[in-house]
């Protein structure tokens, strides 16, 4: 193999607040030739995700902090470009963890063969990728079933729109509430929401008591912060709570202040749970196969917003915190 050059965004210094692009660096980096037992993988998509946020904060966490000067993580979908192993051939399409960058070389244990019947390939970063299992687990995780009615907020997102999705198939009504009159009409023209508005309009409760003034049964929160007080107030009796997210705090310089109703969690016999998708890895054949025999057979929609180039990952990445996506973020390298 003759040497080749991949560039790859490295993060520069560590965000205060809103990330901008002088945290990050855009550098081209030289592979070596492969060695023995080794893939070489040209990447096509590129996830970007409001967890990373999180990462690139210093200190503990429930993942490591992404290291200053050193590549970014993320999810992406990739070609096989060169094998030195009988587990890949070139040709093969596999996920990694490997994203931020436009080549890499990995071991095969750190890829994932998936089929190239399923277009556009990004679904494997969104409704079939890591936040549609997210959105699969949290309905799982506290067992939505027919006739549960939903409220998700950050619905237009990439979690949001699938677990909107899967719960209309499970028989719910479901409610969702996101940033603009464009994402409202998103959800109930493309996702099928039974109810949607926009939170920028009116207090949430506001809009909740005049759209379920009989309550809900399950919040399935994107959000945090504001929402999540107009969610407690709504839950019915016996009420569940799933805590995907809370992309309302993640670039405060000072950690928001919380419901002030949690009484409410006594007097309603409430349950919050949190979720992270890393705890159901071993159910992802189970996903696999529920999600995409219901993608296969039509009757879910893989929503993603796509900008091309590595050179605009980053924005892209921005973008997130200004709500600039409908559906999953994807990168698209040429």
Not at 132 to 151: E, H, Q, R, Y
Not at 186 to 198: K, V
């Amino acid at each position: 193999m003759v040497k080749q050059s991949s560039r790859e965004i490295r993060l520069a210094s560590r965000p205060k607040g809103l990330p901008t692009a002088a945290n990050f660096a855009l550098v081209e980096n030289e592979l070596p030739a492969l060695p023995d037992q080794q893939v070489l993988v040209r990447n096509l998509y590129l996830s970007v995700d409001p967890y990373m946020r999180g990462r690139m904060n210093e200190g503990k966490s429930y993942v490591p902090a992404f290291e200053l000067g050193k590549v970014l993580e993320g999810g992406a979908v990739g070609e096989v470009v060169e094998s030195r192993t009988p587990a890949y051939r070139a040709g093969d399409v596999v996920t990694s963890n490997f994203g931020w960058r436009e080549s890499f070389i990995a071991s095969p244990n750190d890829l994932h063969r998936v089929s190239r019947d399923v277009q556009p390939l990004s679904t494997y970063l969104g409704a079939l990728g890591m936040t549609g299992m997210t959105a699969w687990a949290g309905l799982n995780l506290v067992k939505v079933k027919a006739g549960d009615v939903i409220f998700i907020s950050g619905a237009a997102g990439a979690v949001g729109n699938v677990a909107g999705q899967l719960a209309k198939l499970r028989g719910c009504k479901v409610i969702g509430s996101a940033g603009s009159m464009e994402k409202v009409r998103f959800l109930r023209n493309e996702c099928g929401f039974d109810i949607a508005f926009d939170y920028k309009v009116g207090p949430v409760l506001e809009q909740l008591n005049v759209e379920v003034p009989d309550g809900i049964d399950v919040y399935f929160d994107n959000v945090g912060g504001e929402t999540l007080q107009a969610a407690l107030s709504a839950l019915r009796i016996h009420g569940r709570i799933v805590v995907c997210g809370g992309i309302s705090g993640y670039n405060a310089e000072e950690p928001s202040p919380g419901p002030n109703n949690l009484f409410n969690m006594i007097t309603k016999r409430l349950t919050m749970k949190g979720l992270l998708v890393r705890d159901w890895l071993d159910r992802q054949k189970d996903f696999e196969q529920e999600v995409g025999g219901y993608f296969r057979d039509g009757k879910l929609k893989n929503q993603e917003t796509v900008v091309e180039g590595i050179d605009q990952a980053v924005g892209a990445f921005i973008g997130l915190f200004a709500g600039r996506n409908m559906g999953k973020m994807v990168v698209k390298l040429g």
